[in-house]
């Protein structure tokens, strides 16, 4: 059985509020888990101690049972040095979609065009 620590999803629409579970990987977002282990709440400001609130002996307790945390909650549990976080790096995530690269291309070849004549009569003239 596959261990996750994850957020479970609770609250009213746009008021979203946040349960930290322990939970099968296999059942869903919101649905059968083993264990509360805390809450947190985005909607409180960054600074609020009440904004990511969990019990740390039961998260170090089911981290050496080989629960694995999710990237969110993994973020929250490095504050406190339980698991080592680092950053995601996805360059090609920044790079603009197929079309739109050959737009680019097509668009600079036209530049390209409408420059060169333009410097072709300066040259002759500059030559005579």
């Known amino acids: 059985m596959s261990l996750k620590i994850r957020l479970a999803r609770g609250g009213a629409k746009k008021r979203p509020f ?12 919101d649905g059968r888990f083993i264990e509360k282990i805390g809450t947190y709440n985005p909607l409180l400001a960054r600074d609020d101690e009440k904004r990511v609130q969990y019990d740390e002996e039961r998260a170090k307790y089911w981290l050496s049972k080989g629960a694995k945390a999710t990237d969110r909650v993994a973020r929250f549990f490095a ?28 668009k600079a070849e036209k530049e390209a065009a409408a420059n060169a004549p333009a410097e072709a009569p300066a040259e002759e003239a500059a030559a005579e």
């Open 18 to 29: 946040y349960s930290i579970v322990v939970a099968d990987s296999r059942n869903p977002r």
């Open 79 to 106: 504050v406190n040095g339980l698991v080592k976080w680092e950053h995601g790096d996805n360059p090609n995530k920044g790079k603009p979609g197929q079309k739109a690269q050959e737009r680019a291309t097509e």
